[in-house]
């Protein structure tokens, strides 16, 4: 199984920028479907980011053209790229597995807390 630990949160103004880390340990991260998720307390959890076994990108239309999803093999992390950050960006951000054939996210990080200041 894959284990996921997410780094990269903080505090930020409002138009700034973090990046965030997905590490995985125990598999090659590339032998799965990445999602980046963040959930508001009393909200549901929305999906961000994705990137898929072949390396397809999707994203959620309230981060498209300001977040990047990317995979680095080497360092078997997917990485987040936050920019023009709004303050309702602010949420807990959770990294999240596919595996190949399954359609749910089976595995998932400790999440990662981000908070955009106005």
């Known amino acids: 199984q894959v284990q996921l630990v997410e780094s990269g949160g903080g505090l930020v103004q409002a138009g700034g920028s973090l990046r965030l880390s997905c590490a995985a340990s125990?598999?090659?991260?590339?032998?799965?479907?990445i999602g980046w998720f963040r959930q508001v307390p009393g909200k549901e959890r929305e999906r961000v980011a994705s990137i898929a076994f072949g390396g397809s990108t999707n994203y959620a239309d309230s981060v498209k053209g300001r977040f990047t999803i990317s995979r680095d093999n080497a360092k078997n992390t997917v990485d987040l790229q936050m920019n023009s950050l709004k303050p309702e960006d602010t949420a807990v951000y959770y990294c999240?597995?596919?595996?190949?054939?399954?359609?749910?996210?089976?595995?998932w990080g400790q999440g990662t807390e981000v908070t955009v200041s106005s």
């Open positions: 125990g598999r090659t991260i590339s032998t799965y479907a």
């Open positions: 999240a597995a596919r595996a190949l054939g399954i359609t749910t996210y089976g595995y």
